[in-house]
């Protein structure tokens, strides 16, 4: 059984930084794609950031630039560095692990096992 829990949301000011983390149990998280979405209210979940099992990352566009996905393999843990914070990025987010490796993994359907999420909130 997979599980995934989410770490490092807060509330902080535009222009600040935070990092979140993702723990893997039940599976490798270098084997296989993770992701990142995020869901503000009344929105679809979108799309963050991706990273490949051979370490290629991916970006929504809104984030590039700003947003840095990592991964230790020692410690089966993604990472979400986030800098430059703007009220927008509020939202839950959520870090998902796909079964498949097939990239780029972009859309919500394409993961099967899911975190409980982080709240991130940005204040102007």
């Known amino acids: 059984q997979v599980q995934l829990v989410e770490s490092g949301g807060g509330l902080v000011q535009a222009g600040d930084s935070l990092r979140l983390s993702c723990a893997a149990s039940?599976?490798?998280?270098?084997?296989?794609?993770t992701g990142w979405f995020r869901q503000a209210p009344g929105k679809e979940r979108e799309f963050v950031a991706a990273?490949?099992?051979?370490?290629?990352?991916d970006y929504a566009d809104s984030v590039k630039g700003r947003f840095t996905i990592s991964r230790s393999n020692a410690k089966n843990t993604v990472y979400l560095q986030m800098n430059s914070l703007k009220p927008e990025d509020t939202a839950v987010y959520y870090c998902?692990?796909?079964?498949?490796?097939?990239?780029?993994?972009?859309?919500?359907?394409?993961?099967?096992?899911w975190g409980q999420g982080t709240q991130v909130t940005v204040s102007s």
């Open positions: 039940g599976r490798v998280l270098s084997s296989y794609p």
């Open positions: 990273i490949s099992w051979r370490g290629v990352p």
């Open positions: 998902a692990s796909s079964p498949f490796n097939a990239w780029p993994r972009v859309r919500p359907e394409e993961y099967d096992d």
